[in-house]
C-alpha cells in the first residue's frame, strides 16, 4: 500500500487508518508519486504509527530528488528498502552507507528513461553501483507509463551496458535479498539462483 506524496500528510493519515482494519493482509506501506517538492519528511509521522502498527516501510527517494531524500527516507522513514535510490551516487558518504548496511535499491531502468534521469540507457548507473557492492535490484515501475513489465527492464538494461550472465544472477539473487520473505525462504531461492547455468 502506497501514500501518494503530492497529497497532503492529512491524506496519507487519512488512507492509513481507513487500512489499519485489513492489516493482516497488507505487508508494508511505501511513499510514490511525484518526488520534488514532497521530502520523505513530509510523512515521517505516518510512517511512524505505520511502524508502531507493525508494518513495514519503504518509499522512493532519490530518482528525481536529491540524496537527502534518501537520508531522510532511511533516518525519518526508517525504511527497509529504497525504491529508485539511483541518484545515491552523487553524494559518496550516502554511497558508503549504502554499502556497509546493504540497504536495497529497487531500481527502475526504464522510468529512469522516461523520466530523463538518465539521457539513454548505456548511461544509467545501476552497473556501477552493483560492482561498488550496492545492493541494487532491476524491477518495472508502472508498466503502462513507463514501457515494459520486469522482463523488458532487464533486457533494455542488459544489452546496453552489457552485463554478464554472472551479474544478471546476481541481480536476480538480491531482488530476494530485498525481498520480504523469510531468512529462510531467501536462502532458498538464493541456492536456485546460484545453481542454475545462465550460460
Known amino acids: 500500500m502506497c501514500f501518494l506524496r503530492h497529497l497532503s500528510e492529512e491524506s496519507a493519515f487519512e488512507t492509513l487508518n481507513q ?4 492489516k493482516e493482509h497488507i505487508i508494508g506501506v511505501g ?3 511525484s518526488e520534488l517538492g514532497h521530502p520523505p519528511s513530509k510523512f515521517e509521522r505516518v510512517f511512524a504509527q505505520a511502524r508502531a502498527e507493525g508494518l513495514l516501510t519503504v518509499a522512493h527517494a ?4 536529491p ?3 534518501v537520508y531522510e527516507a532511511l533516518d525519518l522513514l526508517h525504511v527497509r528498502r529504497i525504491d529508485h535510490g539511483v541518484r545515491a551516487e552523487e553524494d559518496e558518504v550516502l554511497m558508503a552507507r549504502l ?5 536495497p535499491l529497487t531500481v527502475c531502468p526504464l522510468s529512469n528513461l522516461k523520466l530523463k534521469v538518465f539521457p539513454e540507457m ?3 548507473n545501476l552497473r556501477r553501483m552493483l560492482q561498488r557492492g550496492v545492493l541494487v535490484t532491476v524491477n518495472s515501475d508502472d508498466p503502462a507509463y513507463f514501457g515494459g513489465y520486469m522482463n523488458r527492464n532487464f533486457e533494455a538494461l542488459a544489452e546496453a551496458l552489457d552485463l554478464s550472465a554472472e551479474e544478471i544472477k546476481t541481480l536476480c539473487a538480491n531482488s530476494f535479498r530485498a525481498s520480504f520473505l523469510s531468512e529462510e525462504e531467501k ?3 538464493i541456492r536456485k539462483i546460484e545453481g542454475f547455468d545462465a550460460e
Request: aromatic fraction near 12%.
Open 122 to 124: 548505456a548511461k544509467h
Open 67 to 69: 540524496p537527502e531524500y
Open 62 to 65: 532519490g530518482e528525481e530528488g
Open 187 to 189: 536462502e532458498e531461492w
Open 31 to 33: 511513499l510514490d508519486s
Open 99 to 103: 554499502i556497509k548496511e546493504q540497504m
Open 19 to 22: 487500512a489499519l482494519p485489513y
